[in-house]
């Protein structure tokens, strides 16, 4: 079985649901020149005035997805 993370990328405020849905499109067109395979991705409401875009990739891009894209948080998932 591969071993995944999800990477996340938190926005807040009046308009955090269209920023994130902004910044998970450039996400996935990085990873497609990348050419990196996305498992998942998507943007979640954690509240009203924050939601956060996602993309879970196997865990071998960590290294290089934290160092050219900063996610705010990543966790290893099953």
């Known amino acids: 079985m591969d071993k995944k993370i999800k990477f ?5 405020g009046l308009d955090a649901e269209k920023t994130a849905t902004h910044s998970l499109h450039h ?6 020149k990348s050419n990196i395979s996305i498992y998942s991705k998507g943007v979640f409401k954690q509240s009203d005035s924050h939601f956060y875009s996602f993309i879970v990739l196997d865990i071998s891009h960590l290294e290089y997805i934290k160092s050219k894209l900063s996610p ?3 966790f290893f998932i099953k």
Do not use: T
Request: no cysteine; glycine share 0%.
């Open 27 to 32: 996400l996935e067109e990085f990873l497609i």
């Open 72 to 74: 705010n948080r990543a």
């Open 8 to 12: 996340v990328w938190d926005f807040f």
